[in-house]
């Protein structure tokens, strides 16, 4: 059983940072990969960015160029690192893991860009 907890979110202004973290703990495969998403207020979940274990790296179009994903394996932690927030960032941002068969998701931390 693998558990997830985010953390890192709060408010910010426009054009600031935010550090996101996945810490994951249990038992899962070492091949693996951790996806970062988003929800907003009255919308569906969308997809933030995705890393998988080797390192390789995905992102949203939206995000593209602002956010950089990594990961410390030796910590099993995702970092999500916001750069130029702007207020279409704010939402409830949530990880996945997916290891083999096995899919786990954490909580959720809030992310609200706001002047």
């Known amino acids: 059983q693998v558990r997830l907890e985010e953390s890192g979110g709060g408010l910010v202004q426009p054009g600031g940072s935010l550090r996101l973290s996945c810490a994951a703990s249990?038992?899962?495969?070492?091949?693996?990969?951790v996806r970062w998403y988003r929800q907003a207020p009255g919308k569906q979940r969308e997809y933030v960015a995705h890393?998988?274990?080797?390192?390789?790296?995905n992102y949203a179009d939206s995000v593209k160029g602002r956010f950089t994903i990594s990961r410390d394996n030796a910590k099993n932690t995702v970092y999500l690192q916001m750069n130029n927030l702007k207020p279409e960032d704010t939402g409830v941002y949530s990880c996945?893991?997916?290891?083999?068969?096995?899919?786990?998701w954490g909580q959720g931390t809030q992310v609200t860009v706001s002047s």
């Open positions: 996945n893991l997916v290891s083999g068969p096995f899919s786990s």
């Open positions: 249990g038992t899962f495969f070492s091949i693996n990969v």
């Open positions: 890393i998988s274990s080797p390192g390789n790296t």
